[in-house]
Protein backbone atom coordinates (compact mmCIF):
# COMPACT_ATOMS: atom_id res chain seq x y z
CA UNK A 1 0.00 0.00 0.00
CA UNK A 2 1.15 3.51 -0.88
CA UNK A 3 1.12 6.19 1.46
CA UNK A 4 1.90 9.77 2.14
CA UNK A 5 5.96 10.48 2.37
CA UNK A 6 5.72 12.41 5.83
CA UNK A 7 3.77 9.15 7.14
CA UNK A 8 6.51 7.10 8.86
CA UNK A 9 8.17 10.07 10.53
CA UNK A 10 4.91 11.22 11.54
CA UNK A 11 4.33 8.12 13.20
CA UNK A 12 7.89 7.77 14.64
CA UNK A 13 6.84 11.44 15.89
CA UNK A 14 4.21 9.93 17.82
CA UNK A 15 5.93 6.96 19.33
CA UNK A 16 9.10 9.74 19.79
CA UNK A 17 7.24 12.01 22.08
CA UNK A 18 5.71 8.70 24.00
CA UNK A 19 8.92 7.48 24.53
CA UNK A 20 10.16 11.03 26.01
CA UNK A 21 7.51 10.35 28.22
CA UNK A 22 7.99 7.07 29.74
CA UNK A 23 11.62 6.51 29.02
CA UNK A 24 13.53 8.73 32.30
CA UNK A 25 16.90 9.15 30.46
CA UNK A 26 18.18 9.39 27.08
CA UNK A 27 14.88 8.43 25.11
CA UNK A 28 16.85 9.47 22.12
CA UNK A 29 19.21 6.70 22.35
CA UNK A 30 19.64 4.31 19.51
CA UNK A 31 21.61 1.56 18.57
CA UNK A 32 24.38 2.92 15.14
CA UNK A 33 25.48 -0.08 12.90
CA UNK A 34 27.86 0.71 10.46
CA UNK A 35 30.16 -1.78 7.86
CA UNK A 36 33.64 -1.22 6.94
CA UNK A 37 34.74 -1.41 3.64
CA UNK A 38 35.39 -5.27 3.87
CA UNK A 39 31.47 -5.67 5.00
CA UNK A 40 32.64 -6.57 8.86
CA UNK A 41 29.71 -4.69 10.62
CA UNK A 42 29.90 -2.53 14.02
CA UNK A 43 27.59 -1.57 16.52
CA UNK A 44 27.51 0.64 18.96
CA UNK A 45 25.42 3.42 21.08
CA UNK A 46 24.35 6.82 20.10
CA UNK A 47 22.39 9.75 20.75
CA UNK A 48 20.10 11.30 18.23
CA UNK A 49 19.93 14.56 18.40
CA UNK A 50 16.82 15.55 15.81
CA UNK A 51 14.86 14.34 13.39
CA UNK A 52 12.56 15.25 10.58
CA UNK A 53 11.27 14.27 6.92
CA UNK A 54 15.14 14.21 5.66
CA UNK A 55 16.01 11.96 8.53
CA UNK A 56 17.60 11.53 11.49
CA UNK A 57 21.04 12.98 13.41
CA UNK A 58 23.53 12.07 15.88
CA UNK A 59 27.30 13.54 16.19
CA UNK A 60 30.25 11.92 16.37
CA UNK A 61 34.11 12.27 15.78
CA UNK A 62 34.92 11.73 12.35
CA UNK A 63 37.79 10.44 13.05
CA UNK A 64 36.44 7.61 15.25
CA UNK A 65 35.87 4.04 13.51
CA UNK A 66 32.08 4.53 13.15
CA UNK A 67 33.07 7.68 11.73
CA UNK A 68 35.39 6.37 8.92
CA UNK A 69 32.91 3.83 7.97
CA UNK A 70 30.62 5.89 7.49
CA UNK A 71 32.45 8.11 5.51
CA UNK A 72 33.86 4.83 3.35
CA UNK A 73 30.57 3.24 2.89
CA UNK A 74 27.91 5.88 3.16
CA UNK A 75 25.54 3.49 4.62
CA UNK A 76 24.32 2.57 8.23
CA UNK A 77 20.93 1.22 10.46
CA UNK A 78 19.56 2.31 13.73
CA UNK A 79 17.89 0.45 16.33
CA UNK A 80 15.49 2.74 18.77
CA UNK A 81 14.43 0.13 21.38
CA UNK A 82 11.85 1.14 24.70
CA UNK A 83 11.27 -2.07 26.15
CA UNK A 84 8.45 0.02 28.62
CA UNK A 85 6.82 0.29 25.79
CA UNK A 86 7.55 -2.84 24.17
CA UNK A 87 8.53 -1.01 21.16
CA UNK A 88 10.91 -0.84 18.58
CA UNK A 89 11.80 1.20 15.12
CA UNK A 90 14.46 0.09 12.73
CA UNK A 91 15.67 2.40 10.10
CA UNK A 92 18.23 1.19 7.51
CA UNK A 93 19.78 4.09 4.66
CA UNK A 94 22.69 6.30 3.58
CA UNK A 95 24.05 8.68 5.60
CA UNK A 96 26.25 12.19 4.68
CA UNK A 97 27.46 14.68 7.24
CA UNK A 98 25.55 17.66 7.68
CA UNK A 99 26.69 20.95 6.87
CA UNK A 100 29.42 22.62 8.95
CA UNK A 101 26.89 25.52 10.15
CA UNK A 102 24.85 22.89 11.63
CA UNK A 103 27.51 21.24 13.34
CA UNK A 104 28.56 24.42 14.83
CA UNK A 105 25.22 25.17 15.83
CA UNK A 106 24.42 22.15 17.79
CA UNK A 107 28.26 22.41 19.09
CA UNK A 108 27.70 25.71 20.73
CA UNK A 109 24.70 24.11 22.90
CA UNK A 110 27.17 21.28 24.07
CA UNK A 111 28.00 21.81 28.05
CA UNK A 112 31.52 23.32 27.56
CA UNK A 113 33.39 20.31 29.19
CA UNK A 114 31.72 18.11 26.58
CA UNK A 115 33.00 20.79 23.49
CA UNK A 116 36.83 20.57 25.48
CA UNK A 117 36.48 16.57 25.47
CA UNK A 118 36.02 16.59 22.01
CA UNK A 119 39.20 18.06 21.38
CA UNK A 120 41.46 16.19 24.09
CA UNK A 121 39.56 12.94 23.06
CA UNK A 122 41.05 10.52 19.83
CA UNK A 123 38.48 8.94 19.40
CA UNK A 124 38.80 5.09 18.91
CA UNK A 125 42.22 5.39 19.04
CA UNK A 126 44.54 2.83 21.80
CA UNK A 127 45.12 4.81 25.16
CA UNK A 128 47.88 4.54 26.91
CA UNK A 129 47.20 5.50 30.39
CA UNK A 130 43.94 7.22 31.35
CA UNK A 131 46.63 9.83 32.46
CA UNK A 132 47.22 10.95 29.11
CA UNK A 133 44.06 12.05 28.31
CA UNK A 134 43.39 13.57 31.82
CA UNK A 135 46.61 15.89 30.82
CA UNK A 136 45.29 16.68 27.16
CA UNK A 137 42.08 17.74 28.75
CA UNK A 138 43.94 19.96 31.20
CA UNK A 139 45.95 21.15 27.97
CA UNK A 140 43.01 21.92 25.90
CA UNK A 141 40.97 23.56 28.92
CA UNK A 142 44.06 26.07 29.58
CA UNK A 143 44.50 26.73 25.94
CA UNK A 144 40.82 27.81 26.06
CA UNK A 145 40.58 29.57 29.30
CA UNK A 146 38.51 32.81 28.50
CA UNK A 147 37.66 32.19 24.79
CA UNK A 148 34.52 30.39 23.84
CA UNK A 149 35.60 26.78 22.40
CA UNK A 150 35.17 25.99 18.47
CA UNK A 151 34.24 23.23 17.03
CA UNK A 152 37.06 20.66 16.32
CA UNK A 153 37.08 20.17 12.61
CA UNK A 154 37.18 16.58 12.87
CA UNK A 155 34.08 16.35 14.85
CA UNK A 156 30.49 16.76 13.85
CA UNK A 157 27.06 15.86 12.47
CA UNK A 158 25.64 12.77 10.16
CA UNK A 159 22.20 12.62 8.80
CA UNK A 160 20.73 9.03 8.08
CA UNK A 161 18.18 9.34 5.26
CA UNK A 162 15.91 6.18 5.72
CA UNK A 163 15.54 3.76 2.50
CA UNK A 164 13.74 1.72 4.84
CA UNK A 165 11.51 2.18 7.81
CA UNK A 166 10.37 -0.70 10.47
CA UNK A 167 7.90 -0.21 13.48
CA UNK A 168 7.55 -3.05 15.85
CA UNK A 169 5.58 -3.55 18.75
CA UNK A 170 5.68 -6.75 21.08
CA UNK A 171 2.37 -9.04 20.58
CA UNK A 172 0.91 -11.60 22.79
CA UNK A 173 2.60 -15.21 22.13
CA UNK A 174 5.41 -13.62 20.59
CA UNK A 175 2.99 -12.60 17.73
CA UNK A 176 4.38 -9.04 17.24
CA UNK A 177 3.28 -6.05 14.68
CA UNK A 178 5.24 -5.14 12.28
CA UNK A 179 5.09 -2.30 9.59
CA UNK A 180 7.53 -2.22 6.96
CA UNK A 181 8.16 1.15 5.41
CA UNK A 182 10.04 1.31 2.04
CA UNK A 183 10.82 4.64 0.47
CA UNK A 184 9.54 4.89 -3.51
CA UNK A 185 9.78 7.97 -5.46
CA UNK A 186 6.15 8.57 -4.95
CA UNK A 187 5.81 8.55 -1.34
CA UNK A 188 6.42 5.04 1.31
CA UNK A 189 4.92 1.78 0.24
CA UNK A 190 4.21 -0.05 3.25
CA UNK A 191 3.81 -4.04 4.14
CA UNK A 192 2.90 -6.24 7.29
CA UNK A 193 5.66 -8.37 8.00
CA UNK A 194 5.23 -11.99 9.58
CA UNK A 195 6.29 -11.59 13.46
Not at 179 to 189: F, I, K, M, N, P
Amino acid sequence: MRVAFNEPFERFRALFVEASRAVPRDPNAVTLATVDASGRPSARVVLMKEFDEHGFVFFTNYLSRKGRELDATHVAALCFYWPSLDQQVRVEGTVARISAAESDAYFATRPRISQLGAWASLQSEVLDQRATLEQRLREVTAKYQGHEVPRPPHWGGYRLTPGAIEFWRQGEFRLHHRAHYVRSAEGWDVEALNP
